[in-house]
């Protein structure tokens, strides 16, 4: 059974950083691309950022420069590095990852950029 839970958002001002982390269970993480998602109040569902198998990662451009992810397979984890945060950061965060054709969502963590 897939499982993906989510943490590390809170509540931080303009510039500021966090560190989303996505812990996998139920499948073999170390083969599939772990991905990104976030979505704001109002808004539909967009996608941030992907890391494959091999590590390499792709960014959207409202993110790229400023967040990285990366995954550590030893731990079946996925992170989410978000730096020089700004309001418009705000939303709820997902990890995702597609198996056997299928979607698979974390619970999401609130991220909100506040002074």
């Known amino acids: 059974q897939v499982q993906l839970v989510a943490s590390g958002g809170g509540l931080v001002q303009p510039g500021g950083s966090l560190r989303l982390s996505c812990a996998a269970s139920?499948?073999?993480?170390?083969?599939?691309?772990m991905n990104w998602y976030r979505q704001a109040p109002g808004k539909e569902r967009e996608w941030v950022a992907t890391?494959?198998?091999?590590?390499?990662?792709i960014y959207a451009d409202a993110v790229k420069g400023r967040f990285t992810t990366s995954r550590d397979n030893a731990k079946n984890t996925a992170y989410l590095q978000m730096n020089s945060l700004k309001p418009e950061d705000t939303a709820i965060y997902y990890c995702?990852?597609?198996?056997?054709?299928?979607?698979?969502w974390g619970q999401g963590t609130q991220v909100t950029v506040s002074s």
């Open positions: 139920g499948f073999a993480f170390r083969t599939y691309a």
């Open positions: 995702n990852v597609v198996t056997a054709g299928t979607n698979f």
């Open positions: 890391i494959y198998s091999g590590a390499t990662t």
